[in-house]
């Protein structure tokens, strides 16, 4: 059993994809970062300055001690952040079409068959007929 599970590991599908997952967990964070850095900073300047990150709809406030220690958190709605994974998803989503538009680029484009000839049958019929003559 301990061979069996070795040679399906060791086969090369499994190991790309490893590969594939541990790439794909990097490039979201380089889209999150580009999301969260890039994109939303500049979004935000044209929509008059706002931070979407930090936009929220507060349904119950924290609740702070005399001491300033927080004995209930605070409980809200924060829409902006999900504006900013929206936007994640149409970038991912955008650079996953790009990449497979590119992808199937390089593909050789499929050969046409040969035109069919004459069969055999046509061809001998053919000979006779020119013997005959």
Known sequence: MLKEFKNF???GNVIEFA???I???AVGLVVNGFVND???PIVGNFAGGMDF???KHVLSAAVVDADG???TPEN???YGAWINTIINLLIVGLVMFMIVKAYNKTKAPAEEPA???PSQEDLLTEIRDLLKK
Request: net charge positive; no cysteine.
């Open 53 to 55: 990150a930090s936009m």
């Open 69 to 71: 220690n927080v004995t």
């Open 23 to 25: 790439m794909a967990g």
């Open 115 to 117: 035109p069919a000839g």
């Open 9 to 11: 590991i060791m086969t």
């Open 38 to 40: 890039i994109v939303m």
């Open 19 to 21: 590969v594939a997952v």
């Open 76 to 78: 809200a709605i924060r």
